[in-house]
């Protein structure tokens, strides 16, 4: 394998890792629902993808045929989540998330109970 080509697939897994980072820490930070469901659905899809295509890249290189579970994952992966995505958010709609007040947060919640005691 040319260390052009390694190149090449270790910058599409750092921009996999990146990508799958980004879609986690905009799950845990993120406000509202809608947003919350906005990070991982499509940078985490994004991420994986890279991971995947990384492999099938390196699997291609090396002259050996890529595994039937790595065109799998991609092909489960790229059905599933928009289809998850999608679902939840109806079910949010259906609910009215969005005209719902914010729940308090956790930390301002506990120094409040902290300072009345």
Not at 3 to 25: E, H, K, N, Q
Not at 85 to 112: G, I, V
Request: glycine share 6%; hydrophobic share 50%.
């Amino acid at each position: 394998m040319s260390w052009v080509f390694a190149i090449l697939l270790v910058l599409l897994l750092a921009a996999g890792c990146f990508f799958i980072v980004l879609g986690s820490l905009g799950l845990v930070k993120l406000s509202e629902f809608f947003k919350r469901l906005h990070a991982p659905t499509k940078a985490s899809t994004l991420g994986v993808g890279c991971v995947l295509a990384a492999s099938l890249g390196y699997h291609a290189l090396n002259g050996t045929d890529p595994q039937p579970r790595e065109l799998l994952i991609t092909a489960f992966l790229f059905i599933t989540a928009p289809i998850s995505a999608h679902l939840m958010a109806k079910a949010a709609l259906s609910l009215h998330m969005a005209e719902r007040p914010p729940q308090p947060d956790t930390d301002a919640a506990n120094d409040t109970s902290r300072e009345a005691s």
